[in-house]
């Protein structure tokens, strides 16, 4: 009954029913509440949206500057690649594969500017080489290259960024009106982090880079390049002169009177350590065409790091139209000798034997790959364990020239730290590395031919190292005359001085016929050279 009377509605004095406040009051209660969950949900909600929102375009962003954020554009005679990719503190990145990386504190902010330097344009390189004024050209427009391909970059980067977050949003919320927010938001990340970029740039951090792989030890790449740069200018305006004098030098081997080639005779120009000088090619060309030579031989170091890059410059082997017998050098890669390889006119000895011009030529490339500064010559003399592998590589040289069927008339190493195993197995090594040259005859053997070792100089004028001493590296090349019989007759070694030295020598040597030794005689040694050079400048 309790329960009923509960139940009844209240009533006043004349018998009216009133409602009950004590029910009233709790609904009202419980509509505030109920207001109150509702707008904590609303809130909740929004800033979910909003997270989501920002995720996204975080998301967009990011897989848009990977997937556009980079050009290919042309900087001098290379074709390079720029991008950009977020980072903590910012700087530029010159990658210079396989040779390492320049770091530049260029800028600040929240993105980082790579720079790949690809492979060359022959036909850019080419003009360079014909033209020294393109040089200064080059060096003036790359600026421009640069800042337009970063311009480009930028845009590129931009445009990505906002496309990608745009499809992206869409995607994920099919709402017009949250995929324009995560646009905007998106360009305001992108254009505000290369803003700051833009704004903290610092061009001066170019002359405090620091280096990463194989570069660490070549500061001439860009720690010298102004002293370099001035040398190179000076060598330039000299070389046309230098030319001009080597080609007087034929006029000048006709006029020597103690030697005179026969028509039998073979011509063989040695040649050693070009390093990339651009220069030595014009050189070899001329000696090659005034000497009338058949067979130039390189005894390896034709480029510096023997990377990608370089493989262009063995081009020019082509246009000697002359057999080019070569082994590869401490600084050639194996990919340094494939190009040189690919040349139609080119031989690459690795422990192997060939035949040019009727001369049987042996050789074995430098079993050491070291492109860098602390293995120069200059560096100091061999250690222990460099020695006895030198001396293993000319151990096994030896073995393949026993076992020629044809005797071998020319051996070649690029060390002559490796020649001393071939003494008694032919009669001449030819040589390089040293960037000095050297006539020498090796410790004989007993009941075996004695063998002179001949170490060439530096034909490249040992290339950029050449440039950084006081006294610049001469380029040397040496001219081999070889009788009927491919027996060494005499030679004319040829050095072209060094940069802002116009003057051109040439030093003949005869070598003196063995001396007959009559039947049941005990023979004696016969020294290598009889005769002293004389030297004869060619202005």
Do not use: C
């Not at 990719?85 to 800028?107: C, K, Q």
């Not at 427009?141 to 906002?162: F, H, K, M, N, Q």
């Amino acid at each position: 009954m309790d329960g009923q009377q509960n139940d009844e509605p209240r009533r006043d004095r004349d018998g009216e029913s009133t409602p009950d406040r004590s029910r009233r009051f709790p609904l009202t209660r419980r509509s505030a509440a109920a207001r109150t969950g509702v707008g904590w949900h609303r809130g909740l909600r929004r800033f979910a949206v909003g997270l989501a929102v920002l995720v996204v375009t975080l998301v967009g962003v990011l897989a848009g500057v990977v997937a556009g954020g980079n050009v290919g554009t042309e900087i001098g005679p290379f074709h390079a690649r720029l991008s950009v990719s977020p980072t903590t503190d910012g700087g530029t990145t010159v990658d210079i594969p396989p040779l390492g990386s320049l770091l530049l504190d260029s800028h600040d902010g929240p993105t980082q500017l790579t720079v790949e330097l690809g492979a060359l344009e022959q036909s850019r390189v080419e003009a360079l080489i014909g033209d020294p004024a393109s040089l200064n050209r080059a060096t003036q427009s790359a600026v421009d290259e640069v800042r337009e391909g970063v311009l480009r970059l930028g845009l590129r980067t931009v445009g990505s960024a906002v496309l990608a977050t745009l499809v992206l949003a869409l995607l994920v919320f099919r709402d017009t009106r949250r995929a324009a927010w995560a646009g905007g938001l998106a360009l305001l990340i992108t254009a505000g982090s290369l803003g700051t970029a833009a704004a903290t740039i610092r061009p001066q951090s170019i002359e405090e880079p620091r280096y990463e792989g194989l570069l660490v030890n070549a500061p001439a790449i860009v720690g010298d390049v102004r002293k370099i740069a001035d040398d190179y200018t000076r060598y330039a305006e000299q070389l046309q002169r230098l030319i001009g004098n080597v080609t007087q030098l034929y006029t000048t081997v006709s006029a020597l009177p103690v030697y005179e080639p026969d028509p039998g005779t073979t011509r063989v120009l040695h040649i050693s350590d070009l390093h990339l000088n651009p220069s030595a090619w014009q050189l070899i060309r001329t000696v090659t065409e005034q000497f009338g030579i058949d067979v130039v031989i390189d005894t390896g170091d034709i480029t510096d790091w023997g990377s990608e890059p370089e493989a262009s410059y063995v081009g020019s082997i082509s246009l000697l139209e002359k057999p080019y017998v070569y082994i590869r050098g401490n600084h050639d890669s194996g990919r340094t000798a494939a190009a040189v390889a690919r040349q139609p006119n080119a031989v690459v000895l690795d422990n192997t034997t060939t035949t040019v011009a009727g001369l049987t030529i042996a050789g074995i490339g430098d079993p050491r790959f070291t492109p860098d500064k602390s293995t120069s010559p200059a560096s100091g003399g061999l250690n222990q364990s460099t020695a006895d592998e030198l001396i293993t590589n000319g151990e096994k040289l030896a073995a393949t020239i026993r076992s020629s069927p044809r005797p071998v008339d020319i051996a070649l190493v690029h060390d002559p730290a490796a020649a001393g195993p071939l003494s008694g197995t032919t009669p001449l090594v030819l040589a390089g590395h040293t960037h000095d040259r050297q006539v020498n005859t090796l410790p004989e053997v007993a009941g075996q031919q004695p063998t002179t070792l001949m170490v060439q100089g530096s034909t490249g004028g040992a290339g950029l190292r050449g440039l950084e001493q006081e006294e610049p590296t001469p380029l040397a090349m040496t001219v081999l005359y070889f009788d009927q019989e491919k027996r060494l007759q005499a030679y004319d070694d040829i050095t072209v001085g060094g940069t802002g030295q116009a003057q051109v020598n040439l030093e003949r040597t005869v070598i003196a016929p063995p001396v007959t030794t009559p039947l049941g005689a005990t023979p004696t040694a016969t020294p290598t050279t009889t005769i002293s050079p004389t030297p004869t400048p060619t202005r």
